[in-house]
């Protein structure tokens, strides 16, 4: 696919369906996440604007059997591959 065909990347996204910031558009395409200057494939969720992603905390889950995330801040990036 070439450039063009590729939707504009959000502020913010999540991976979860049930998210409000969940875009299937964009994961029609492969995206990475760089997060203070190294690649990272935990993240759920980013926010780039204010500085932050989610990533699962270890193995643990909630009572739903979703994992637990915690709030990583620092410099985000979002790129296609």
């Not at 395409?29 to 699962?56: L, M, Q, T």
Request: charged share 30%.
């Amino acid at each position: 696919m070439t450039e063009t065909a590729r939707p504009a990347l959000p502020d913010r996204l999540s991976i979860d369906p049930r998210s409000p910031f969940h875009v299937p558009a964009v994961f029609a395409h492969e995206v990475g996440i760089r997060f203070n200057g190294k690649e990272r494939g935990d993240v759920e969720e980013y926010c780039i604007s204010e500085g932050w992603v989610r990533v699962p905390a270890g193995k643990t889950v909630d009572r739903r059997g979703q994992p637990l995330m915690i709030k990583l801040k620092g410099q985000v990036e979002a790129f296609y591959r």
